[in-house]
């Protein structure tokens, strides 16, 4: 299984709303990943886990709140987002340094 | 921190044709650079890769060749079809940085039929 799934594809929410996103990978990566990509741009680095810790936190707004509660989930939880915010979210996992895989993606939008 | 420049913005050719994609890298220490594609409403796709110990790398259509002297590295794809249509990105990282890749600004490429 070469594959990574996110769950929802699709996200609405309102400025006051509480919700998560889920990412999940059975290829026993070490590794997970959260970016941010608004339209027409690369992936922008959010977090990274390594072996289930978070490893690396690029300045990221505490309005977004990652979890890893295990080797293959990573969610990220979202409270308090602004309409800037809306964009896709992908996950990404790798097992050694480089040679990360996406997942689909989360589209999200914020009203 | 890395810097990677990506040429051109958009790409236009003729079905049956080559595309050729540039990108520069500014920190001579990088080691590892994937090329992704990524297709509409979809995530990237991990197309090609080459680390700098190797010049060139070839998979069916698609090259990729790597200049260290210079910091460039380039994505060849030849007999091009419709299903090549997509934006592609190309990255760098320095191995021992914790997994960070810089992404180039992105490249669309239109095959026309």
């Known amino acids: 299984d070469t594959e990574v799934t996110q769950t929802p594809k699709h996200l609405v929410m309102g400025m006051t709303n509480k919700k998560s996103l889920k990412c999940e990978q059975h290829?026993?990566?070490?590794?997970m990943y959260w970016y941010k990509q608004k339209a027409k741009k690369p992936p922008e680095l959010m977090f990274v886990?390594?072996?289930?810790?978070?490893?690396i936190n690029e300045s990221v707004p505490s309005r977004f709140s990652p979890e890893c509660p295990n080797s293959s989930l990573l969610n990220l939880h979202l409270h308090a987002l602004q309409p800037e915010d809306s964009a896709l979210y992908l996950c990404?996992?790798?097992?050694?340094?480089?040679?990360?895989?996406f997942g689909p993606g989360t589209r999200l939008t914020v009203l | 921190g890395e810097n990677v420049e990506q040429h051109p913005s958009t790409l236009s050719v003729q079905e049956g044709d080559s595309a050729v994609i540039k990108c520069t890298y500014s920190d001579s220490a990088s080691n590892y650079f994937p090329w992704y594609k990524q297709e509409l409403g979809k995530g990237p796709q991990l197309i090609i890769d080459i680390r700098s110990n190797v010049g060139e790398k070839k998979d069916q259509r698609i090259a990729v060749t790597l200049n260290k002297t210079a910091k460039h590295f380039s994505l060849h794809i030849t007999e091009t079809q419709p299903e090549d249509s997509a934006v592609y990105f190309c990255a760098a990282s320095i191995t021992v940085n914790d997994y960070k890749l810089s992404f180039g600004a992105g490249t669309t490429v239109t095959v026309r039929a």
């Open positions: 990404a996992s790798s097992q050694a340094l480089g040679e990360q895989f």
């Open positions: 290829m026993g990566h070490r590794a």
């Open positions: 886990y390594s072996y289930e810790k978070l490893s």
